[in-house]
């Protein structure tokens, strides 16, 4: 028996998320007095899970997985379970892993839970708790069959170190064939997304037009932040649909979100509960924003931003 | 082409979510009910199917007999008929078994289903029916041109697009973006009057088991009030978010 976490990568270096399932899976390898185990895909360094508690780290190295494919990854994380005789397989959240995960519950004959956000409460019954109704409750949620799929919420349990003497093996896997072919891939390049973003500024209606945006643009570069918006900026034209926050948008689980000119209707606040700490500012001091954040400021984002901004550089520059 | 569009009967988005009986159970009280934000941008785009290449619309719900007014609102859309698979739809894995039996019986070339519905936010569903019948899968589908046989889909992937192709029969996971939120339908008197006469079958469960159970609720911890910082004097939110928040 063992737990099998998927640490993934981009340009042949883990992302903070494979930290945070490799530091979920010691804990849950813990409980079940279990190794764990790693699958890692063209990393040509690996050691550095070792610190986060993986035993063992099976690498796959083929080119014909440097674009992903959902069928293929699901093959292959089906093929490291039955090796290594996994009963808990952890997967994150990104965009990726939620295409996959399903087609390898169904390989697996495994329950999944997407969307956890704690430890297991119990491992007889296997108990995990997830964000159910966008963000705005919990569940706890039983798992009942004999392999199990967990989908680890970013930033929910966060990373721990937990040094092991690992040891990385070439894991030769059959490459599943796919019906579904990529043709093209368009990146945003030189922003940081949201996916990836430790703080996020996102702003809406309050900053009157899309011609105002530079200085969103401007507060993001300062803080090394995403940018993001409201519903209806999107619906508007203003900003990119990827870059709408929201219950039907994106849902943001940074650790700082910055909203600015945004009145905080329940269907955007259920798209950032996740997210640890929330500034609002905005003219309108009965804004219902200001019930859900930490901290406010009641003020014209035309004036208040670009002081924060200058302000800012100079702490950074501090 | 014959097209199933699966739709989950979920909260309106703006509800107030309350728990009853020692916290095992959502309190529907005074909770309106919608069709699943995500499955209404792909039932607009079924229509679009159907009014400019030719389809059979045909939607899909599991659940119990309170769910068939949303079925119906999707008939006065304009899809053709409908299908509800009486039991409760309790777990992701035994909602994507029980539609297999429908694609399998149905024989659609194309299934449509939002990429998550906006109570429980699996995200599964699509994924293991798909696996289920073996047809190919995308998801989080942002637009998609049908060619004949073939597929030509563009996916929300982080930080931008990924264009694929694939050949039907095919499940989509669809989202905003599959059709602009301006253009969802909304049902006219006449679709209201017709969608009453279109068929509404009820199919009994396979009875295939749940692989998960939810035991209890919990809502989020009550937060503290905010702390407002002067605007005049944004060197203290800089302070509090460095020293206090440590997130700068």
């Known amino acids: ?318 | 082409m014959k097209i199933l569009v699966c739709i989950s009967h979920v909260p309106d988005t703006t509800s107030k979510i309350n728990f009853t009986n020692n916290n095992a159970e959502f309190d529907k009280n005074g909770v309106q009910f919608v069709i699943n934000p995500y499955d209404e941008f792909c039932l607009t785009r079924a229509m679009w199917f159907k009014e400019k290449q030719g389809a059979t619309i045909t939607v899909v719900n599991v659940g119990g007999a309170e769910t068939e007014p949303t079925l119906r609102k999707a008939l006065a859309i304009g899809a053709d008929d409908a299908i509800r698979i009486n039991t409760e739809a309790t777990d992701g894995f035994l909602v994507a078994k029980e539609l297999a039996a429908v694609v399998k019986n149905g024989g659609y070339d194309l299934v449509l289903a939002g990429k998550e519905s906006a109570d429980y936010n699996g995200q599964m569903v699509p994924g293991m029916l798909a696996s289920l019948v073996d047809y190919n899968f995308v998801n989080a589908c942002v637009d998609i041109v049908v060619d004949d046989n073939s597929a030509t889909l563009k996916r929300e992937i982080d930080g931008g697009n990924e264009t694929l192709t694939a050949n039907l029969p095919l499940v989509v996971g669809g989202q905003k973006g599959i059709v602009e939120e301006k253009d969802l339908r909304i049902p006219n008197m006449r679709g209201i009057m017709m969608a009453r006469k279109k068929p509404l079958q009820v199919l009994e469960a396979t009875g295939t088991e749940a692989t998960t159970a939810i035991t209890s609720y919990e809502k989020p911890a009550a937060k503290g009030p905010v702390k407002l910082v002067d605007a005049s004097n944004l060197d203290e939110l800089i302070s509090l978010l460095h020293n206090e928040a440590k997130v700068i």
């Not at chain 1, 159910?132 to 069959?145: G, Q, R, Y």
């Not at chain 1, 349990?157 to 070439?170: C, L, Q």
């Not at chain 1, 702003?203 to 519903?231: D, F, H, Q």
């Not at chain 1, 990119?240 to 955007?268: D, F």
Request: hydrophobic share 45%.
């Open chain 1, 1 to 318: 028996m063992s737990v099998l976490v998927f640490a993934d990568s981009k340009d042949g270096k883990f992302k903070k998320t494979a930290l945070e399932v490799v530091s979920y899976g010691k804990k849950v390898a813990s409980q079940l007095g279990v190794n764990l185990i790693a699958l890692t895909v063209n990393v040509n360094e690996t050691s550095e899970l070792y610190n986060y508690g993986a035993e063992k780290v099976l690498n796959v190295s083929n080119n014909s997985l440097s674009t992903f494919n959902a069928n293929k990854y699901a093959g292959l994380l089906e093929q490291a379970a039955n090796k290594e005789n996994a009963s808990v397989i952890i997967i994150d959240s990104s965009i990726d892993s939620l295409y996959m995960a399903p087609l390898l519950a169904v390989n697996l004959n495994a329950g999944y839970a997407s969307n956890v956000v704690a430890a297991p409460s119990n491992t007889a019954p296997f108990t995990v708790k997830r964000q159910a109704f966008s963000n705005k409750a919990f569940s706890h949620t039983e798992i009942h069959s004999a392999k199990k799929i967990i989908g680890l919420a970013k930033n929910s349990f966060g990373i721990h170190e937990s040094s092991v003497a690992g040891t990385t093996e070439n894991f030769e896997a059959n490459i599943v064939e796919s019906n579904v072919v990529s043709t093209n891939i368009e990146r945003v390049t030189g922003k940081v997304t949201i996916a990836d973003a430790d703080i996020v500024v996102s702003a809406g209606r309050g900053m009157k037009g899309p011609e105002n945006w530079g200085m969103i643009e401007e507060l993001a570069g300062v803080l090394n932040a995403a940018t993001a918006c409201s519903k209806p900026v999107s619906d508007l034209g203003w900003r990119p649909h990827g870059e709408h926050v929201g219950q039907t948008g994106k849902p943001v689980a940074s650790n700082l979100y910055i909203a600015i000119g945004i009145s905080g209707a329940i269907q955007h606040l259920a798209g950032i509960n996740a997210s640890k700490v929330k500034v609002v500012i905005n003219t309108d001091a009965e804004a219902p924003f200001f019930k859900a954040a930490d901290y406010g400021v009641v003020g014209d984002a035309f004036e208040v931003v670009p002081q924060l901004i200058e302000k800012l550089k100079a702490f950074k520059a501090a």
